[in-house]
T-cell receptor, first 108, second 115 residues
Framework: EDQVTQSPEALRLQEGESSSLNCSYT??????LFWYRQDPGKGPEFLFT???AGEEKEKERLKATLTKKESFLHITAPKPEDSATYLC?????????FGKGTLLTVNP | GAGVSQSPRYKVAKRGQDVALRCDPI?????LFWYQQALGQGPEFLTY????????KSGLPSDRFFAERPEGSVSTLKIQRTQQEDSAVYLC?????????????FGPGTRLTVL
């Protein structure tokens, strides 16, 4: 059974204070590691897909990296508008298995 | 272009009522998924369609849950005789093709509250 564990559950940062979110996973056959952002009352918004260990992708202040056992979402110099829940998911076939998410709060 | 849309956005039902939740996927997307998201949890897979064929319904919690996509576009998730434990956000997602373009794009969800 595919499993995803995200840590920390919640993270509070000051504006400009860089940090990383962790996603550990076990999967029978990885077809992709996905990061989504979810704002309150909205559906998950797609950010990145990573397919193989060593792969990295960047978007504005976010960079996602992948190893064989975990993925990191690095947030550089965050702004208050980066506050959201960040969800990690693995795809082993067609379905996605999600973690519980990390609630990120960035204070001005 | 338009994203995935869902209606209604909010639904309040009395225990025992039947409800129907609608999903309009992104035009041209072959694959459609339903997920259930409880408060403070990540989305959990319910069912998967490729065109009009329901290829996986292993995540549906009980036989009170039924999903269809008769023409390979719009999908409806129906819950019969709703129970309080059915209260959750129901998310619909679509993908160009589950086999190749794997990114799933989500709608805003329908928040179901069963009293």
């Amino acid at each position: 059974e595919d499993q995803v564990t995200q840590s920390p559950e919640a993270l509070r940062l000051q504006e400009g204070e860089s940090s990383s979110l962790n996603c550990s996973y076990t999967v029978s056959g990885l077809r992709g590691l996905f990061w989504y952002r979810q704002d309150p009352g909205k559906g998950p918004e797609f950010l990145f897909t990573l397919y193989s260990a060593g792969e990295e992708k960047e978007k504005e202040r976010l960079k996602a990296t992948l190893t064989k056992k975990e993925s990191f979402l690095h947030i550089t110099a965050p702004k208050p508008e980066d506050s959201a829940t960040y969800l990690c998911a693995v795809g082993s076939n067609y379905k996605l298995t999600f973690g519980k998410g990390t609630l990120l709060t960035v204070n001005p | 272009g338009a994203g995935v849309s869902q209606s209604p956005r909010y639904k309040v039902a009395k225990r025992g009522q039947d409800v129907a939740l609608r999903c309009d996927p992104i035009s041209g997307h072959v694959s459609l998924f339903w997920y259930q998201q409880a408060l403070g949890q990540g989305p959990e897979f319910l069912t998967y369609f490729q065109n009009e064929a329901q290829l996986d319904k292993s995540g549906l919690p009980s036989d009170r849950f039924f999903a269809e996509r008769p023409e390979g576009s719009v999908s409806t998730l129906k819950i019969q005789r709703t129970q309080q434990e059915d209260s959750a956000v129901y998310l619909c997602a679509s993908s160009l093709n589950a086999g190749t373009s794997f990114e799933q794009f989500f709608g805003p969800g329908t928040r179901l509250t069963v009293l």
